[in-house]
C-alpha cells in the first residue's frame, strides 16, 4: 500500500506547492476581514496563533458575526422596502375625492389672509406684581395669543413691551423657541417709548368708555397682569396717570354671565381677532367665552325666576387677570355650600337632641 502512494506520488509530475507561515497568516486575515466584524469584535482582536491560524472565538462572537453578515445580505432588501413606504406615503398624501377638495379649501382660504392694521400690545410691566407662579400662567396666555393670530384671517401686529425681569427667565427655560416667532415685535421698552402716545388705548374695564368701534388705526394696550384682583383698578390708573385714551369692551351691552366679568389675557386678544373677522361684538364674545363664564345674551333672561345670586361688583381686570382667577370664586362658592351643609347637619342634631327631650307628659317622642 505505501509502495503505491510512493508510486502514484513519483508519477505525478506537477510539484508539490507548499505556502509559507506568512502566506497563511495574510489569507486567514483576508478571510476574517471580508466578514466584517460586528459591533466590538473586530479583526485586530482575534488572537494569531505561530501557523497563522486564527484562535477559536467564543459563541457570542460568532453569532454576532453571524447576524452581522445576514443584515450585511439583506441591505439591498432594507432599501427597497424604504423606496416602497416612501412612494406609499406619497401616494397618501395625494388629494382624492372630498379630501382633495378640503385641503384645496384650506389653501384658498390661506391666501385669503389679510394682514390688519390694529395693533394689540401685553403690557408686561407688571412684572414685579405677580409671583412666579402666575407669571407662568402668564407666559401660557402670550403663547395662546401668538398662535390664534397666527391662524387668524386677519392677524394683528403683536407687541410685547416691558419684556423682562421674571416673565423673560421663565420664557428662556421653558420656551426657548420664543426667539424664533415670527409676526411679533418683542420689546424691552415701554409701550410709550414705542409706540405714539396718541395712538393709545388701554383697555380695562374701570374706564368709563365704552369700545363700540374698533379703531385700526390705534394701538390698544391689555394689561400682562394674572393678579387674581388683588390690584384693582391698577391698569385704569396707569392710564390716567399716563394722560392715554382707555376704554372697555362693550361686554356688558351683549352678555349677561353668572360669575364675575374676568376676562383672560388671550380671551380679550382672541374676542379683537373675532370682531376683526366677524364685525359683531355679539358673535365674537359667544365665540371666545368659555362656558364656565355661564354667559347668556342680554335680555334672554328675562321673564325667568332668578335663581343665581346677584353679580358682584364688576373689578379691575377685566383684561388683567388670569382665567384661572376664577378659581377664588370657585372656592367661596364651594365653601358657602360646605357651610349650608354643616349648618343643616347642625340644625338635624338640634332637632334630633330637642325631640329625644321628655314632653309635659312625661313620655319621650
Not at 289 to 298: C, F, M
Request: charged share 35%; aromatic share 6%; with cysteine.
Amino acid at each position: 500500500m505505501r509502495n503505491n502512494m510512493s508510486s502514484e506520488t513519483e508519477g505525478n509530475t506537477q510539484p508539490l506547492v507548499t505556502m509559507s507561515p506568512e502566506e497563511k497568516l495574510s489569507d486567514d486575515k483576508k478571510e476574517c476581514e471580508e466578514t466584517s466584524v460586528l459591533e466590538d469584535v473586530e479583526v485586530t482582536e482575534l488572537n494569531w496563533d505561530q501557523t497563522g491560524k486564527p484562535e477559536s472565538i467564543s459563541k457570542r462572537q460568532m453569532k454576532k458575526l453571524m447576524r452581522h453578515k445576514q443584515w450585511e445580505e439583506q441591505r439591498d432588501l432594507r432599501k427597497q422596502k424604504r423606496k416602497e413606504k416612501k412612494i406609499k406615503r406619497k401616494l397618501e398624501r395625494l388629494p382624492q375625492g372630498e379630501e382633495g377638495a378640503d385641503c384645496s379649501a384650506k389653501k384658498r382660504i390661506r391666501k385669503e389672509v389679510v394682514h390688519s392694521r390694529a395693533r394689540l400690545v401685553i403690557d408686561c410691566s407688571f412684572d414685579s406684581l405677580m409671583v412666579l407662579k402666575d407669571v407662568k400662567k402668564l407666559h401660557k396666555q402670550i403663547q395662546r395669543c401668538y398662535a390664534e393670530n397666527r391662524r387668524a384671517l386677519h392677524p394683528v401686529q403683536f407687541f410685547l413691551t416691558s419684556h423682562g425681569g421674571q416673565l423673560k427667565q421663565n420664557m428662556d427655560e421653558n420656551d426657548k423657541g420664543w426667539v424664533n416667532w415670527k409676526d411679533i415685535h418683542v420689546k424691552s421698552e415701554h409701550y410709550n417709548d414705542v409706540l405714539r402716545k396718541d395712538e393709545l388705548v388701554y383697555l380695562t374695564s374701570d374706564s368709563p368708555n365704552v369700545l363700540n368701534e374698533l379703531d385700526e388705526t390705534k394701538a390698544y394696550i391689555i394689561g400682562g397682569l394674572v393678579d387674581h384682583n388683588h390690584y384693582k383698578g391698577i391698569t385704569y390708573q396707569r392710564a390716567m396717570e399716563l394722560g392715554i385714551e382707555h376704554a372697555q369692551l362693550p361686554l356688558g351691552n351683549f352678555v349677561k354671565m353668572n360669575s364675575r366679568k374676568v376676562l383672560a389675557v388671550n380671551h380679550v386678544f382672541e374676542i379683537i381677532l373675532a370682531y376683526l373677522e366677524k364685525r359683531d361684538w355679539k358673535e365674537s364674545f359667544f365665540t371666545i367665552l368659555p362656558q364656565r363664564k355661564g354667559a347668556v345674551p342680554v335680555g334672554q333672561e328675562e321673564g325667568t325666576p332668578e335663581v343665581t345670586k346677584p353679580e358682584k361688583e364688576v373689578t379691575d381686570g377685566g383684561q388683567d387677570s388670569d382665567s384661572d382667577s376664577e378659581t377664588g370664586e370657585t372656592i367661596e362658592q364651594n365653601t358657602a355650600v360646605q357651610d349650608e351643609h354643616i349648618h343643616k347637619d347642625k340644625k338635624d342634631l338640634g332637632a334630633r337632641d330637642h325631640s329625644n327631650e321628655p314632653t309635659e307628659g312625661g313620655n319621650s317622642t
